[in-house]
Each structure stands twice: as C-alpha cells, then as structure tokens.
C-alpha cells in the first residue's frame, strides 16, 4: 500500500494569492508544492484582456500578462508547483491533511493554504454561445456587433461591460437589475444611453428572451462566489471561508487567503498580500 509522505505546506490555487504565498514560503525555506486546477497559474487574472490600471507598480499591462508574470516568477525561483492538477477533497488525519488527486495517489500535508478564489455566478443559466457568464475573456470572444444583449446583473461588472458592448458595437444594450442597481455612479454615468430595468423580470435561456423581448445573447454578470474545498468544513462567513487574521480558519492548520476568504475589497494587490501574510504566519509555526 502506498504510504504517503508529510510534506510541511501544500497550497491550492495558483491565482495570485497563491504565487505569492507559495513563493515567500519557498524563498523563507519552507518546502512547499502548489497545486493549479488549470494549465496555468494566474487564477482570474488569466481571463483578464484588459489593462490593468489597479495594480500599483503595473502600468500598460493586461491582466493577462500579470498571469504570465506570476509564472515567470515562480519558474526563476524554481518554486514547485503542478498544472492541471485539481485537489478533489481534502481529509483531515491525525498527521494533518490528505489531499485527493484524480490520476496520482494523495498527498499527506500538515499545513494546507486554500487559495482556491471565486468564479462568476451563473444562477440558473448555462454557459453556451448566447449565454456568456461573468466578465473577461468570454465576454470578449462572443460575437456582439450588431446584436442585441440583455446584461443581467446591477453591478460594477454589469455597467462595465455594457460599456464595452456599446463600445464594440453592440445594436441594443439592456441592464436589468433585480434590485436597485449597485454600480458604482462613475460607471453607470458612463453609459446614459443604455437603459436600466429595475425590478424582477424572468429570463428564459430557451427562447432568449426577458419579460418576452427577444435578445441575441444574455451577459450574465452576478457576481462571484467562492471556489470552496470538498472534504473540509470551515466556518463560513456569507459564503466565503472565515479566517482570523493571520489567515487562519476554523481548522487548526489549514489557512486560506485571497478571493476565497472573507478578507475585504478583493483585488490583486490585497489577495497577493494575504498570501504573503499567510506564508509568513506559517514560517513561524514551530
Ligand atoms: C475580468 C477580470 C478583470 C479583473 N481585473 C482586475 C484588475 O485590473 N486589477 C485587480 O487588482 N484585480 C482585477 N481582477 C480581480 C483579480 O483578478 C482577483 O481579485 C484575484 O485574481 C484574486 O486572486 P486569488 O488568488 O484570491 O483567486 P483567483 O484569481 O480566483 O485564483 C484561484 C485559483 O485557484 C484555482 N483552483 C480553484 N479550485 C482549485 C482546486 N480544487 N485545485 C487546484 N486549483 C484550484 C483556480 O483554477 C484559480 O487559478 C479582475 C477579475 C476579473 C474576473
């Protein structure tokens, strides 16, 4: 039978929380493998085409190419870590964790870091061609001059991306938003053309339709949730995994940091720095 061996720290999630908890451990001296479920690290960076004007130190670079930079980083340190290589669950053991592979056997580890994030929610749609859920490279790849879009959502996400429809020539452009939109008024005031229908309204993927007007394509922006783990049940909070402020949940040596967690205004500066809050904490664990 195979026995697996104790390694002291496994990160899940190569987004930039991860990277960059995996990449302060590495470089403190704490061995450390990451484990990525997609064939690149980056997280949601990676479905990000636009500019990203947000990270302090980053000018005239996509989201994209923070991504691509992650990786480079990671590879010139030669810090270890697997693509395609989903954790399917995780079990606590008296040693620490065991984490769950589809194609190699498990992992033993007495310290998990789950930086897993957040994907955008789809309600009660299916991704297709005329379905498109959340911003980033879906949106960008589907067909929308000259047609006409139903964004549903009344978030930031929602008024952006009605913007960039407008701007790529979309024929008709309508948010509807359950609620009073939330989108912050710089945003929405960028788009006075557009209308905004407030309220409920019924969406019906099959005949493309809302409230019976006929669209092209549904943008479905409702924001995100996050990715949590199978196996483990830390506390939650509005379901994002709780942590104390050295990145700790409710389970004794399993941290989470980033998009995943509880942790406010998320972005890649602040899930970077709680990946990197998480490593130190952990370097000091005896
Ligand atoms: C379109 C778009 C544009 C954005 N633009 C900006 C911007 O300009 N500036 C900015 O600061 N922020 C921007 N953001 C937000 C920013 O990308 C996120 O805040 C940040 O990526 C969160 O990092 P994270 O590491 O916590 O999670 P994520 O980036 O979500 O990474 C989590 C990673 O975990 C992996 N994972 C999940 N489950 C498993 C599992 N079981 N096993 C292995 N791996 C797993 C996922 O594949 C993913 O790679 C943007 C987001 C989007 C969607």
């Known amino acids: 039978m195979h026995t697996p061996t104790l390694l002291p720290v496994s990160i899940i999630g190569g987004g930039p929380a991860g990277c960059a908890c995996a990449l302060w451990l590495h470089r403190l001296g ?40 992650l990786q480079a980083h990671l590879d010139s340190e030669a810090v270890p870590y697997s693509l395609r290589q ?12 065991r984490l769950h592979f589809t194609d190699k056997p ?44 139903a964004v549903l959502g009344g978030g930031d996400n ?35 053309q557009v209308p905004v229908r407030i309220g409920p309204y019924h969406a019906d993927q099959t005949s493309l339709t809302v409230d019976d007007e006929p669209f092209d394509l549904f943008a479905v922006m409702y924001g995100f949730e996050a990715v949590l783990p199978q ?3 830390p506390d939650l909070e509005n379901g994002y995994i709780r942590v104390d402020r050295f990145g700790e949940t409710s389970l004794r040596n399993l941290f989470a ?19 990197i809050q998480v490593a130190k904490q952990i370097s000091l664990r005896p």
């Open 86 to 97: 989903p954790v399917r669950r995780i079990d606590p053991t008296p040693e620490g964790f």
């Open 158 to 192: 929602a008024y952006d991306q009605a913007r960039f429809l407008c701007q790529r020539g979309a024929a008709k452009v309508v948010i509807f938003s359950r609620s009073p939109p939330r989108g912050q008024a710089l945003l929405r005031a960028q788009i006075p």
């Open 231 to 233: 196996g483990l049940t």
């Open 30 to 69: 704490i061995k450390v493998h990451l484990y990525e479920a997609a064939g690149h690290p980056g997280g949601l960076q990676a479905r990000s085409p636009y500019e990203n004007l947000w990270l302090p130190g980053v000018q005239g670079r996509t989201g994209q190419a923070v991504a691509r930079a």
């Open 257 to 275: 940091c980033g998009e995943v967690t509880d942790y406010w205004h998320p972005c890649v500066a602040t899930a970077s720095a709680h990946g």
């Open 106 to 149: 498990p992992h033993l580890s007495r310290f998990v870091v789950l930086a897993t994030g957040s994907v955008p929610r789809r309600g009660p749609f299916q991704p297709g061609d005329t379905v498109i859920i959340g911003p980033g490279d879906p949106m960008e790849a589907a067909p929308v001059t000259g047609r006409r879009i």
